[in-house]
């Protein structure tokens, strides 16, 4: 008796490395029990101990505790699937101690592991983290088994659905029940777990269902017909969602073309201005960002998810002033020498790459995305729409009703769309063109700068980031009509979502040619573009 009680003073502390045997430390153990004849007390305490440990919770059998430390896989996996499967507040603590290696077999030796017996451990943690309060562990555990689950996993599965509230939460568990029981050997089961997949589209679902639709799959005719359907189903939707995100991606590059276009089309239509060096002020924009969002976190960590707004106007003076200085510097010396101006302009270009290479390196710069537009938008299944180009999107329409105010409702606008009609007339009824040359440059290269905001945050930002766009940008503004924010905005909108889908069937080179080809088949039939020009200078 004295040495019973002795033994039960001995505290628990699962799974160190010096207390072993459930808590039984081995000097104790080799003390009290070294005998031959107390072999059998030993194991019978050992496992007594084992039981007092988790009763605070709740009953875990002892026998499934010591099946954890048997030979063969197949027991310890059944083992882990009964603990998992009884939903027991100390099964998680239990399985999250052998999942860490602390869990101790009851003769005080490590239990191994295999890769087989860790995937099934990785399974059962996840169907246990399904009851937690947290609903983001929730979700976190139903997504990780979408991937791989048994049909031992089923009954926890059906817990979790029905005492589970939120609606995302619910759909990926009841993709994950459906997916468990297309293993069960009875018919009805299965059928019922396939109707549930056709409900639940999305890839995985599809992968599931595809086997079943041949004999060799599914031996049940009924169940075969059942998953065709489903599958049919599943593909419809999933077809939807594919084109409802490309036609959104579409859109978000299309934004990106707009911002782009935006000041092209304003100084293209006021000089006659073809600036090879706009996509360079893209990037005036972009490194503008990056500049600020250096000052936020050495100054501002706590404001750091502000930087992008506060980035908006410093990237559009710095823009607009470097569009200013090249205007003043070279541009204005080459009016009415349009080949002149295009390889001035592209020297300027290559200027500007260089300059930016000097100044913040050869390498593409780290632009973070602020909390508040990671992540995204679930419509669907296959159909994510990230906040950050639904920010992008939204930006560029108030960039367009503000540049649309300026041109109808402000002075600077009526002498902008004077200039941009009949140039001669209004130089001779006081129109400051000269003056209006160098605002209108000034404001395009501006709203280019804020085209490269929204593209730092989807894009690399490097020097040579803007010259992809130049070219996208001139078919924008030629595509669209001279001088004309409708046509540069329906342009620019129509070739972003059609370039999508073109590059979904053919691949991005080949969709470029297509648009490029198409552009210049267009403009030979309609050289006005969308939206002709209206003015009497024009009309004469």
């Known amino acids: 008796m004295a040495e019973r009680l002795r033994l039960r003073r001995v505290p628990f502390r699962l799974g ?47 026998a499934l505790l010591a099946q954890l430390a048997a030979e063969e896989s197949d027991d310890k ?29 009851p003769d005080g030796g490590e239990i191994m592991l295999n890769n087989r017996i860790r995937a099934e451990l990785a399974n059962a943690l996840a169907g246990l983290r ?29 817990r979790a659905l029905e005492k589970e509230s939120d609606a995302e939460i619910h759909a990926l568990l009841t993709a994950a029940y459906a997916q468990a029981s297309l293993t069960s050997p009875d018919p009805a089961v299965r059928l019922a777990a396939v109707t549930a997949l056709g409900a639940s589209p999305s890839r995985s679902a599809r992968n599931l269902l595809l086997p079943l639709t041949t004999a060799s799959g599914e031996p049940d005719k009924g169940v075969r017909s059942a998953a065709s359907q489903s ?8 077809a939807i969602g594919e084109t409802l995100g490309r036609i959104f ?30 996509g360079e002020l893209l990037m005036v924009g972009a490194y503008a960002t990056y500049a600020v969002q250096g000052l936020f976190r050495t100054y501002l960590p ?12 410093v990237a559009f003076f710095a823009a607009a002033a470097v569009g200013i200085l090249l205007e003043r510097t070279v541009i204005r010396h080459l009016y009415g020498r349009p080949l002149e101006t295009l390889l001035a302009t592209w020297g300027l270009s290559l200027i500007l790459i260089q300059a930016a290479r000097v100044i913040f390196g050869a390498q593409n710069v780290e632009l973070a995305n602020p909390s508040w537009m990671s992540g995204g938008v679930t419509l669907m299944a296959g159909l994510v729409l990230p906040w950050n180009r639904i920010a992008i999107i939204g930006f560029s329409l108030f960039v367009l009703a503000l540049v649309w105010l300026l041109m ?11 200039v941009t009609q009949n140039r001669p007339m209004a130089g001779c009824v006081g129109v400051p063109t000269a003056r209006i040359d160098t605002l209108a440059f000034g404001l395009g290269a501006g709203i280019a700068g ?41 342009a620019a909108l129509g070739l972003g979502v059609v370039t999508k889908f073109l590059e979904g069937w053919s691949g991005a080179v080949i969709a470029k040619i297509a648009v490029l080809v198409f552009i210049i088949v267009f403009i030979q039939k309609r050289p006005q573009g969308l939206f002709a020009l209206k003015g009497r200078f024009v009309e004469s």
């Open 16 to 62: 160190t490395a010096r207390r072993r045997n459930c808590g039984v430390s081995r000097r104790a153990t080799s003390a009290d029990f070294s005998r031959p004849e107390m072999k059998t007390m030993r194991h019978l305490f050992i496992t007594l101990f084992c039981w007092l440990s988790f009763s605070a919770h709740a009953a875990v059998d002892p």
């Open 249 to 278: 991606t579409g859109l978000s590059l299309g934004s990106i073309l707009l911002l782009a276009a935006l000041g092209l089309a304003i100084t293209y239509g006021v000089m006659g201005v073809i600036n090879m060096a706009h």
């Open 231 to 238: 599958l049919k189903a599943v593909e419809a939707k999933l």
């Open 408 to 418: 109808n409702r402000t002075r600077l606008g009526m002498f902008v769309r004077a």
């Open 450 to 490: 804020l085209g490269g905001v929204a593209l730092s945050q989807i894009a690399n930002v490097g020097p040579d980031m803007g010259q992809g766009y130049i070219v996208d940008s001139f078919m924008v503004v030629v595509l669209g009509g001279v001088g004309q924010l409708a046509g540069a905005v329906w």
């Open 77 to 105: 996996i059944a083992a882990i699937q009964a603990i998992a499967a009884s939903a027991d507040p100390a099964a998680l603590q239990i399985l999250q101690s052998l999942s860490a290696g602390t869990l101790t077999a």
């Open 130 to 158: 399904l009851v937690d309060a947290d609903p983001a562990v929730r979700r976190a555990a139903a997504q990780e088994l979408q991937s791989n689950v048994g049909l031992e996993m089923a009954p926890l599965l059906a």
């Open 302 to 313: 706590g404001w750091v998810d502000a930087y992008v707004i506060a980035a908006i106007p």
